[in-house]
């Protein structure tokens, strides 16, 4: 088993069924994203670079599905959360499936490959 898959299928519920409905909606939308674990949390890479990741913040009660250059697209897609004192990091917070609405998901994701796409750095702050 893949480490990207153990973590998944070792998470709570609901946490596990979030973080899997994410992931799908991710594949099916991006076909040419790369899935890798990287500092123990499922990674989403687009021309190597980081374009978002999953992950259950400690002390918290949702999946946070973290945009890398969320900072460029918040004006944008007011859904994306300034959290944590992250520099260009905005995030999605999901306690269930019913916070995501997938359109406009789909369209987030679409506009944050497109930026990670033309950056010439993955960080650049």
């Known amino acids: 088993m893949k480490p990207v898959d153990h973590y998944f299928l070792s998470q709570k519920e609901p946490y596990q069924s979030i973080m899997l409905y994410v992931r799908s909606v991710i594949l099916n939308t991006l076909p040419e994203v790369v899935e890798r674990y ?3 949390i499922p990674f989403y890479n687009i021309d190597k670079k980081p374009l978002l990741y999953l992950n ?5 009660d949702y999946v946070d599905v973290a945009f890398v250059q969320g900072v460029l697209l918040e004006n944008d897609f007011p859904i994306l959360k300034y959290n944590h004192n992250r520099k260009q990091v905005r995030s999605i917070p999901l306690k269930t499936l019913e916070d995501l609405d997938q359109e406009q998901f789909v369209e987030l994701l679409i506009a944050a490959a497109h930026q990670v796409k033309q950056s010439k750095r993955p960080w650049f702050i």
Do not use: N, R, V
């Open 38 to 40: 990287s500092y123990k």
């Open 56 to 60: 259950i913040l400690k002390g918290t």
